[in-house]
Nanobody, 125 residues
Framework: QVQLVESGGGLVQPGGSLRLSCAASGHTTFEAYGMGWFRQAPGKDREFVAAISRYGSTTYYADSVKGRFTISRDNAKKMMYLQMNTVKPEDTAVYYC?????????????????WGKGTLVTVSS
């Protein structure tokens, strides 16, 4: 079992920055899992944001965030991060982290093995 807890959400102005964190715990090896960030805006389906391979060597991004967001992980601390820069109002959503023991390239499909409960990001002036 893996427990995931997101933090770092809040209110940020357009053009600003925010860093989300995802803490993993449980009797498991963190680096056994590819990790991803997903988001769900009000009235919309959950969508893929970014994914990172088990040791951080490979990353994937949704086109909507490419060049603005950066995903990273620290296996020693069992942490994953999402640095959000130049945020836009359309980035407003609940952000979820997920873990899955399968190839990183497939993580964008969702269906993760484990999910956190989410953290709300609101981009507004």
């Amino acid at each position: 079992q893996v427990q995931l807890v997101e933090s770092g959400g809040g209110l940020v102005q357009p053009g600003g920055s925010l860093r989300l964190s995802c803490a993993a715990s449980g009797h498991t090896t963190f680096e056994a899992y590819g990790m991803g960030w997903f988001r769900q805006a009000p009235g919309k389906d959950r969508e893929f944001v970014a994914a990172i391979s088990r040791y951080g060597s490979t990353t994937y991004y949704a086109d909507s965030v490419k060049g603005r967001f950066t995903i990273s992980r620290d296996n020693a601390k069992k942490m994953m991060y999402l640095q959000m820069n130049t945020v836009k109002p359309e980035d407003t959503a609940v952000y979820y982290c997920g873990a899955a023991a399968r190839p990183t390239l497939t993580l964008s499909r969702g269906g993760m093995d484990y999910w956190g409960k989410g953290t709300l990001v609101t981009v507004s002036s």
